[in-house]
């Protein structure tokens, strides 16, 4: 499993990087199922992606940020969420490569 701080950092830089406000980070509460992003503070889930390398988690989860995904579908359904985060994170992967 992947720690906490290696995404939070990561998530930080990716803010910065990009000209965006940094929300107060800190790990999931217990009764997260998942990440949790609002404008104001992202709580973000290891345990829940512990199979997922820590790049990948932050730039999902700045995904959900950017695009206030989880306001849009705050009934913890992910059904079209998840794929738009994805989708942020594979551009954020490929433009990384390109580097």
Not at 16 to 33: C, F, I, M, Q
Not at 42 to 62: G, K, L, S, T
Not at 76 to 96: E, K
Request: proline share 8%.
């Amino acid at each position: 499993m992947f720690d906490y701080d290696a995404v939070a950092s990561l998530f930080r830089s990716l803010c910065t990087d990009n000209g965006l406000p940094v929300p107060r980070l800190r790990p999931a509460l217990p009764t997260d199922p998942c990440d949790y992003t609002d404008a104001q503070e992202v709580r973000i889930n290891v345990e829940a992606a512990r199979n997922v390398e820590p790049e990948w988690h932050a730039r999902h989860v700045f995904g959900h940020y950017v695009c206030a995904l989880h306001e849009w579908e705050p009934d913890g359904n992910q059904d079209w969420a998840d794929p738009i985060a994805d989708m942020i994170a594979s551009l954020l992967t490929q433009a990384a490569r390109d580097d």
